[in-house]
């Protein structure tokens, strides 16, 4: 019609639709989203504490688990040595609540550590040990230059004429071509039978089990070093040696007494009993982390605890964990978020604009881990943390965009880089930054706290923004390939 009132319903505001097309699509989204909801929450059923508590109980390396693959005989053996209110199992571990006294025991850890915490308490005098093969106690030890690798295919000697079951011997000190004995961790210990190990390298940490190959070749199991002359690290690339099942050969039994000795420095003494003194925290598989020692906290660990905690919340809808109060809320908030998202386009709700003079992010730090390297420009970020820190970004973004291993050293790694696409100079430069890198690890490790120019870490920064560019072009040239 021409002049006069526009027909009933009739919106100009919103080009000529009616008002009841414009709410159409926030109540479809509800509509459509409801019945998810609803069959999620009569899927739920209602499951004891104690079911849970029994899953976790029988999971590999649980301490509270007597099944061949548990840790109740080490716990017990922890125990008996230190007395059993200074050994704590828990699965959650509070950062503020540790002290330059306790040790940290952590056995085949499933996420991420927070590295600056862990690093905090090992260089103020904290000890920490790791008994890990294939979870992701590799990342955090590479912090410190120490790098997991495959055990040797062809061992010396081995249990049932399996290579996978390799027999580690206590390593031989020598300093100036004199033999000097063993560790003190090895008293009494002759063969420690292991189960699929892993071996570590490191040029300057102590090496205090190996596993020798045909060829009489070393290669270390169990390494032992002080960190920032006050700490004490010590990581095992096995595990399993200290199962249930293993703890019946004498020589494991003893190799974990040892170790416990080692890392708790453990003098009892009847007089002056102290419960909270030396506590041993026993933390395996998933465990939460929260809070944080010292001063200083990146912003990777930060974004690593948020991830690790809605990871969790995946998974126990997964399990069917949830209970249906959680998953009421979960659908009040997924309708709140439909129809906050189409009210400003409804309203015509004017743009909210800030004066900003932050330079526009380079295309590298959009995507992928590049986006983790901002906190690395931040004149608040300890040099040599950052500088550490480019090596897992690299490695990360190896592995996740070329499905390359990324505990490899420098050389092998360029080598693989290069079979998945990344021309040969890339590749160099990438071994080259690598082992730049590894240098300044190796330096912390000895207790020292190497000196980083800026401009010297400026350097490492862009040359890491540039391999991450050509680290995500060679994926789509690769996945162009295989069209």
């Not at 998953?327 to 309203?347: E, G, K, P, Y």
Request: proline share 6%.
């Amino acid at each position: 019609m021409i002049g006069g009132e526009p027909p009933r319903g009739f919106d100009p505001a919103h080009g000529g639709r009616k008002r009841w097309r414009v709410w159409l699509r926030p109540v479809l989204h509800i509509a459509a989203m409801t019945p998810f909801w609803v069959s999620v929450a009569h899927a739920t059923p209602a499951r004891a504490d104690d079911d849970l508590g029994s899953n976790l109980a029988e999971e590999p390396f649980s301490t509270g688990s007597s099944s061949w693959q548990g840790y109740s005989e080490f716990v017990r053996l922890a125990q008996d040595q230190l007395g059993k209110e200074r050994v704590i199992l828990s699965k959650h571990i509070n950062y503020n609540d540790l002290t330059q006294a306790d040790t940290l025991l952590i056995i085949h850890p499933e996420q991420r550590l927070d590295s600056a915490s862990v690093s905090e308490f090992l260089v103020n005098g904290g000890r920490v040990g790791i008994f890990d093969d294939y979870g992701r106690g590799a990342d955090f030890l590479r912090t410190f230059g120490i790098l997991s690798e495959p055990a040797p295919t062809s061992p010396a000697e081995q249990l049932q004429d399996n290579p996978n079951l390799a027999v580690a011997t206590p390593t031989i000190q020598v300093a100036a071509g004199a033999k000097l004995g063993r560790h003190p961790i090895t008293l009494g210990v002759e063969r420690v039978v292991t189960n699929h190990p892993r071996v570590f390298q490191h040029p300057d940490l102590t090496a205090v089990l190996d596993i020798v190959d045909r060829q009489g070749a070393p290669h270390t199991l169990l390494l032992t070093g002080i960190i920032a002359q006050k700490g004490r690290l010590l990581a095992l690339g096995d595990p399993s040696v200290f199962i249930n099942f293993m703890m019946r050969y004498p020589s494991n039994r003893k190799l974990a007494s040892g170790v416990l000795l080692y890392l708790t420095e453990s003098k009892p003494n009847p007089q002056s009993p102290d419960p909270k003194a030396a506590r041993l925290f026993i933390l395996t598989n998933h465990f939460d982390q929260t809070g944080q020692f010292g001063s200083r906290r990146r912003l990777l660990d930060r974004l690593d605890e948020l991830y690790e905690g809605a990871r969790a919340s995946l998974e126990q809808l997964q399990g069917g964990a949830l209970n249906r109060e959680l998953i009421l809320f979960m659908a009040t908030l997924t309708m709140v978020w439909i129809v906050a998202s189409h009210t400003r386009r409804m309203l015509r709700l004017p743009s909210l604009t800030r004066t900003t003079y932050a330079l526009p992010p380079v295309l590298a730090a959009q995507v992928g881990a590049a986006g983790r390297l901002d906190v690395l420009s931040s004149n608040h970020a300890a040099p040599v943390l950052s500088v550490l820190e480019l090596d897992g970004v690299l490695r990360d973004a190896i592995a996740r965009r070329l499905g390359v291993d990324s505990n490899l050293n420098p050389k092998q790694l360029k080598i693989e880089v290069e079979r998945a696409g990344v021309p040969a100079e890339q590749a160099d430069q990438l071994e080259q930054v690598l082992r730049k890198i590894e240098l300044y690890g190796r330096s912390l490790s000895r207790g020292k706290t190497p000196k980083i120019k800026q401009i010297d870490l400026i350097q490492l920064h862009d040359g890491t923004l540039q391999l991450l560019k050509t680290i995500e072009t060679s994926k789509l040239i690769k996945g162009a390939d295989r069209l």
